[in-house]
């Protein structure tokens, strides 16, 4: 499938559905505002990770990006993120149509991967090693003969019941030449993670999408953020989810988290460096 059938030389900040800058401000202010609330709740608590003084700090910070004075390029900042995420998605886009000039009937796909047995306890979150997790996918990646580029980022998603973190990846792959290696991986992501953090729900560590979607697949994937998932069913019975917004304090606490991530730290990649270069050339 080709993309230019779909893009026309399209670009994701002329998307009508994509946030636009002023929306991005007015997300800030809530979280500034939000920020500074919860700092006076939490004043005066003992052995919290973020103190009143770090929430408030945080809270100046996007404060100060949202007036101009400069560009935080904090992970927290809604406007930053945007503007990363603009320059990401373009350039993936770039190197797509660039492949497909160069390699008849190239294709893509979209591929979340949910560790299971990775889950983490409510508060634990702030800990998680995320390079070492990253090694251990590339090195999956590569004892399953992906070639790549594989490219995508890291998140972590808040489950209400058990209270547990979900670490889980969204990643852009290339399906041609890929298609046993793939199999193959879903073989071993299902042996690693067999088990649901939650009771009589089926495990699907690997899931896949068709790539019909370019620009809001793209978005999706690099939307870096942590959200609260809830479990409900349809009209026919079948077990869905939803992601909703955490909880303030949580909300405020996983702001302060990603203030300390680098956006190369929540960004995965593998064999995906000289491909979108070359879209710069």
């Known amino acids: ?16 559905w994509l946030m636009s800058e002023y929306e991005t401000y007015l997300e800030n202010e809530y979280r500034i505002e939000l920020l500074r609330k919860m700092a006076d709740h939490v ?8 103190s009143c003084g770090r929430l408030h700090a945080l809270a100046d910070k996007l404060k100060d990006c949202n007036e101009g004075l400069y560009e935080c390029k904090s992970v927290a900042c809604k406007k930053c993120n945007r503007q990363f995420k603009i320059e990401r998605v373009n350039n993936i886009i770039a190197s797509i149509l660039l492949d497909q000039e160069q390699t008849e009937n190239v294709e893509y796909g979209v591929y979340t991967i949910i560790q299971y047995s990775r889950g983490v306890d409510a508060y634990d979150f702030v800990d998680y090693d995320i390079p070492k997790d990253k090694d251990r996918l590339r090195k999956l990646l ?11 980022s890291f998140e972590l998603d808040f489950h209400d019941s058990p209270q547990k973190w979900l ?11 890929n298609e046993e290696a793939i199999e193959r991986l879903r073989e071993k992501l299902t042996k690693l993670h067999p088990k649901h953090i939650k009771q009589n729900r089926q495990a699907r560590p690997f899931m896949k999408q068709d790539f019909r979607e ?7 994937i690099h939307k870096l953020a942590c959200f609260e998932v809830r479990d409900y069913q349809s009209f026919w019975g079948k077990n869905l989810t939803k992601k909703y917004r955490l909880n303030k304090l949580m909300f405020c606490e996983s702001l302060c988290w990603l203030d300390e991530q680098d956006r190369r730290t929540l960004f995965f990649q593998w064999h995906a460096r000289p491909w979108l270069k070359q879209s710069k050339v």
Request: net charge positive.
């Open 1 to 16: 499938m080709k993309l230019d059938i779909f893009l026309s030389g399209i670009r994701l900040e002329e998307c009508d």
């Open 43 to 50: 004043h005066g608590s003992l052995g919290r990770r973020y």
């Open 142 to 152: 590569s004892r399953c003969g992906i070639d790549g580029p594989v490219l995508g």
């Open 167 to 177: 670490p889980h990846y969204h990643v852009l792959m290339r399906k041609s030449g």
């Open 214 to 220: 370019p620009l809001k697949q793209l978005s999706y």
